[in-house]
T-cell receptor, first 116, second 116 residues
């Protein structure tokens, strides 16, 4: 059973370009979470999605960032007009649900975004 | 708002010895979950152990155990018989119970080095 898949693993963009980060959850998981990790910091929650719905985006910057989890295909985190401060590792996690033992989040390997 | 504090940025331990990592948190919730995640140099986030706040018994997983003190809002991780493969960043994390809140709140981490 494949784990959480993220691609690309490394992404380099110039200031002003767009970055698209993809996440395929574990088989059977319909809950997806995105986190950002700045150097020497812990992970910070960005957004929580279920299929076709954004449940909680309280950690998402108001501008330039968006996320989706379509009925078919991976979840996408999109960053428009990237700036140097967006350079970070972006992790995706998935879970079966949010209650009891179903809330265990399994993490992908992360995408390291570098903005030149 | 919930916060998680790890007061030890770095720690080291000799192989086969025991080490304890500290974590405190602040919340007004009565029901919640607490987790310890390990992040080795590969940057993959790996769940080490979890604790439900309503359970008085401390969780254990092989060489890993926790000391959960709900009144003091303390959740320390003890690693027994330390192995070289335990070298990693360790993050303490909090999750509210139920509702639509599925996101993890992480501390800044403790860098653990196991020395031969």
């Amino acid at each position: 059973n494949a784990g959480v898949m993220q691609n690309p693993r490394h992404l380099v963009r110039r200031r002003g370009q767009e970055a698209r980060l993809r996440c395929s959850p574990m088989k059977g998981h319909s809950h997806v979470y995105w986190y950002r990790q700045l150097p020497e910091e812990g992970l910070k929650f960005m957004v929580y999605l279920q299929k076709e719905n954004i449940i909680d985006e309280s950690g998402m910057p108001k501008e330039r960032f968006s996320a989706e989890f379509p009925k078919e295909g991976p979840s996408i985190l999109r960053i428009q007009q990237v700036v140097r401060g967006d350079s970070a590792a972006y992790f995706c996690a998935s879970s079966l649900g949010t209650g009891g033992s179903y809330n265990e989040q399994f993490f992908g390997p992360g995408t390291r975004l570098t903005v030149l | 708002a919930q916060t998680v504090t790890q007061s030890q940025p770095e720690m080291s331990v000799q192989e086969a010895e025991t080490v304890t990592l500290s974590c405190t948190y602040d919340t007004s919730e009565n029901n919640y979950y607490l987790f310890w995640y390990k992040q080795p140099p590969s940057r993959q986030m790996i769940l080490v152990i979890r604790q439900e706040a309503y359970k008085q018994q401390n969780a254990t997983e092989n060489r890993f155990s926790v000391n959960f003190q709900k009144a003091a809002k303390s959740f320390s991780l003890k690693i027994s018989d330390s192995q070289l493969g335990d070298t990693a960043m360790y993050f303490c994390a909090f999750m509210k119970y139920g509702g639509s809140q599925g996101n993890l709140i992480f501390g800044k981490g403790t860098k653990l080095s196991v020395k031969p």
